[in-house]
């Protein structure tokens, strides 16, 4: 079983940016696809991006380039960097692994507890 602990988030104005962090542990992640979903209050989880072991990047299209998924694979660690933050943005972000990548959907992913992004000024 894969353990992901996700860290990062916080308040951040309109226009801004952050970067969140997720740690990767158990069998296998070195292989797996790490990535990110979303999901605001009201609304079903949706997939932000991921990143293979090997470096191929994946992004939801409302992400529109404001966004970067990268690993760290000595770590284990993928980083997403957030910038032009917008209201729309507000939202529980989880680490997932393995992640959805152009080879399909995982049928049962692991989860992280997720980390609160708020955008508000």
């Known amino acids: 079983q894969v353990q992901l602990v996700e860290s990062g988030g916080g308040l951040v104005q309109p226009g801004g940016s952050l970067t969140l962090s997720c740690v990767a542990s158990?069998?296998?992640?070195?292989?797996?696809?790490l990535g990110w979903y979303r999901q605001a209050p009201g609304k079903p989880r949706e997939f932000v991006a991921s990143i293979t072991a090997s470096g191929k990047t994946h992004y939801a299209g409302f992400v529109a380039g404001r966004f970067s998924i990268s690993r760290d694979s000595a770590k284990n660690t993928v980083l997403l960097q957030m910038s032009s933050l917008e209201s729309a943005d507000t939202a529980v972000y989880y680490c997932?692994?393995?992640?959805?990548?152009?080879?399909?959907?995982?049928?049962?992913?692991?989860w992280g507890r997720g980390t609160q992004v708020t955008v508000s000024s």
């Open positions: 997932t692994a393995p992640a959805p990548t152009e080879t399909g959907i995982p049928t049962n992913p692991s």
């Open positions: 158990g069998p296998l992640v070195s292989m797996y696809a």
